[in-house]
C-alpha cells in the first residue's frame, strides 16, 4: 500500500508560481509511475502531467505545457510539479496519483493510488 500526500497548494496571483509536492509513505516510490492531475469545481478530473519510475520520461497535457514540470527524487520518495505562469483557469484541486507498472498514463483509471489533493486558487 502506498500512502500519498500532495503540499505546497495556495493562493497566488495570475503569473506567479507554486511547486506542488507529493510524498509518499509505505512503499518506496521508484518504481512507480506518477502522475499530477487536477480538478476544477464542477469539472471532472483531468491529466496535467506524468514521470515515469525513473525519471526520464514525462508528459504534459497542453493546458501546462511549457509552464509545468514535473520530476522526482526517488531517494526522498518525493514528485514534484513546477507550475510557472500560473492563470486564473489553472484553479483546480491538484492529486498526485501513483501506478505499479512503472509508467505514466492520461487516464484517471491508469493509475493504483490517489492522494487527497491540495488546492490551488490563481486569483486574476
Known amino acids: 500500500q502506498v500512502h500519498l500526500v500532495e503540499s505546497g497548494g495556495g493562493l497566488v496571483q495570475a503569473g506567479g508560481s507554486l511547486r506542488l509536492s507529493c510524498a509518499a509513505s509505505?512503499?518506496?516510490?521508484?518504481?512507480?509511475?506518477m502522475g499530477w492531475f487536477r480538478q476544477a469545481a464542477g469539472k471532472e478530473r483531468e491529466f496535467v502531467a506524468g514521470i515515469n519510475w525513473s525519471g526520464d520520461s514525462a508528459y504534459y497535457a497542453a493546458s501546462g505545457k511549457g509552464r509545468f514540470t514535473v520530476s522526482r527524487d526517488n531517494a526522498k520518495n518525493t514528485v514534484y510539479l513546477q507550475m510557472n505562469s500560473l492563470k486564473p483557469e489553472d484553479t483546480a484541486v491538484y492529486y498526485c496519483?501513483?501506478?505499479?507498472?512503472?509508467?505514466?498514463?492520461?487516464?484517471?483509471?491508469?493509475?493504483?493510488?490517489w492522494g487527497q489533493g491540495t488546492q490551488v486558487t490563481v486569483s486574476a
Open positions: 496519483a501513483a501506478q505499479i507498472r512503472g509508467s505514466y498514463s492520461v487516464r484517471v483509471n491508469g493509475y493504483d493510488y
Open positions: 509505505g512503499r518506496a516510490l521508484s518504481t512507480y509511475g
